[in-house]
């Protein structure tokens, strides 16, 4: 026989999907041996930060229309989880960013080069917003912000979340229809307001990595992690960043001074315009005599590794809306690369970089399944659809033992501890045939045991460890509450 190890781990807590039976302990069969104990103490794991990084150059006009019609979709998927959320804005341009990194916090009017206003934005709502908000972050948990969007009334449908699409018959760019304002909208007051002003050379990545610096996180940007109720860090909540983009990452320069980054952007000329930062330094930019920087731009696995520092990847999700990975095919008249997408949202050129970033990660929609050409709204539900399984999948991140062979042990034994939970009880759970035990353990009533029925081992959304759930007489999911203790025993043949 081997001796029984004990480790301890965390387990994360979340609404559950699917259905597993729940049993009484049985005898473990005869020849049967416990190789493994791991015991977790149950806590909560139900919450999201959420940074949209928006592109704000001079071509995103009709892109950010898209997102801005589709935002209410992604938001009413994530709060079906019940999951406390938070949500923050940051630009593609470095210099609007004030090289500091602090989130987006000035939303104004969509006007282009020419100082034609395109779209208005309530701008008496979107500034409340802001004031409300707690440092640019938004969360329908926050009080202040919620009661401030319940007074708001009727505002202008800036969004066009009412119809899918921001209407402006008569082209004075304020919208033709009112809407009751709700949190989708107070969102959009930061995805819709960054506007289309910004620089041409896009530092996406650069800006994700600034805005949730050490220093950033401390400081402006403090309010991210945190419950906007009791002001205090999930350490288990799940990060995930979006991006909106129709040309690559232009991320040249990155310095740290003790936790403060600080980035540069690509400088553009006249002569060779975006091929500049997508093209390497052994060509010759259409016989101009100026050669590429792309190979010496700062290198994506560094700035994903500063993101991977943040929270353990199973708990990051990151998706990219650009153009397409691809060759760069350069448009000497346009000074753009040859874009890999156009339709009716516009076109993109190749989004190398920030495909490679999102290749980083386990959880992940890229911009080979979501392009930003043409109505992206599907996609938008995509990436609120991925994201909300995240927060609605309970994982014992265990490190699951193997047998000699090698292979992963999936016959397991659960306890559940509540005695150190006030009013906690394990009455009306089912066992395997579907009926009622009034206590799961008749010796413990404070012990609820299963069996590898409600257990799932190494399933694909538990990439380090597995699912467990427990289904009640009424049908709903129960969960250990919070500070229950956990055993898991894993049970193997002798070899």
């Avoid at 700035?303 to 990151?318: G, T």
Wanted: charged letters at 15%; proline letters at 6%; aromatic letters at 6%.
């Amino acid at each position: 026989m081997q001796c029984t190890r004990v480790l301890a781990f965390a387990l994360l807590s979340a609404p559950l999907v699917g259905a597993c039976s729940f049993r009484p302990q049985a005898p473990i069969q005869p020849g049967k041996e416990v190789v493994a104990t791991e015991n977790f103490e149950q806590v909560a794991n139900n919450s999201a930060s959420i940074l949209i990084v928006v592109d704000n150059s001079g071509s995103m006009a009709e892109e950010q229309l898209n997102l801005a019609a589709n935002m209410a979709r992604f938001v009413d998927i994530l709060a079906a989880t019940g999951a406390q959320l938070n949500f923050a804005v940051v630009t593609t341009d470095s210099n609007v960013n004030n090289h500091d990194g602090t989130f987006f916090q000035t939303p104004g009017d969509t006007v282009n080069g020419n100082g034609v206003v395109l779209r208005r934005i309530p701008q008496a709502f979107c500034d409340g917003v802001v004031a409300n908000s707690i440092g640019g972050v938004l969360s329908p948990q926050n009080a202040a912000l919620a009661g401030f969007i319940a007074g708001a009334g009727q505002i202008e449908d800036f969004t066009g979340r009412a119809n899918g699409i921001f209407q402006d018959a008569n082209g004075d760019g304020t919208a033709d229809n009112q809407v009751t304002a709700n949190f989708a909208d107070a969102v959009g007051c930061l995805t819709s307001g960054v506007g289309i002003r910004g620089s041409g050379s896009e530092t996406s990545l650069g800006a994700i990595v600034q805005a949730l610096d050490p220093e950033s996180l401390a400081g402006a940007n403090n309010g991210f992690f945190k419950d906007p109720i009791t002001g205090v860090e999930n350490p288990d909540s799940i990060l995930a960043v979006v991006i909106l983009g129709d040309e690559d990452d232009n991320t040249f320069t990155l310095t740290d001074n003790g936790g403060r980054v600080q980035i540069q952007e690509v400088q553009q000329n006249g002569t060779t315009g975006s091929l500049k930062g997508t093209l390497p330094s052994t060509v010759n930019i259409c016989n101009t005599g100026d050669f590429g920087v792309f190979d010496q731009l700062v290198p994506v696995p560094d700035l994903a590794s500063r993101v991977k520092a943040l929270r353990d990847e199973d708990k990051i999700f990151v998706a990219t809306i650009d153009g397409p990975p691809g060759a760069v095919d350069p448009d000497c008249q346009k000074l753009l690369p040859v874009p890999t997408c156009s339709g009716a949202g516009g076109s993109a050129s190749p989004g190398n970089r920030e495909f490679e970033f999102s290749q980083q990660f386990t959880n992940r929609i890229d911009n080979i399944q979501a392009q930003i050409c043409g109505d992206f709204g599907g996609i938008i539900g995509q990436i609120g659809n991925n994201l909300g399984a995240l927060l609605s999948t309970k994982c014992l991140n265990a490190a699951v033992p193997v047998d000699a062979n090698n292979q992963p042990i999936t016959t397991v034994l659960v306890t559940v501890d509540i005695s150190p939970v006030a009013g906690a009880s394990c009455t009306d759970i089912l066992d395997s045939a579907g009926n009622q035990v009034t206590t799961a353990d008749p010796t413990n009533a404070q012990h609820c045991i299963a069996d590898a029925d409600a257990v799932q081992v190494t399933p694909a959304a538990c990439p380090s460890g597995f699912q467990a759930e427990f289904t009640r007489l009424t049908g709903e999911v129960w969960n250990p509450p919070n500070g229950a203790q956990v055993s898991i025993e894993y049970i193997s043949d002798p070899q």
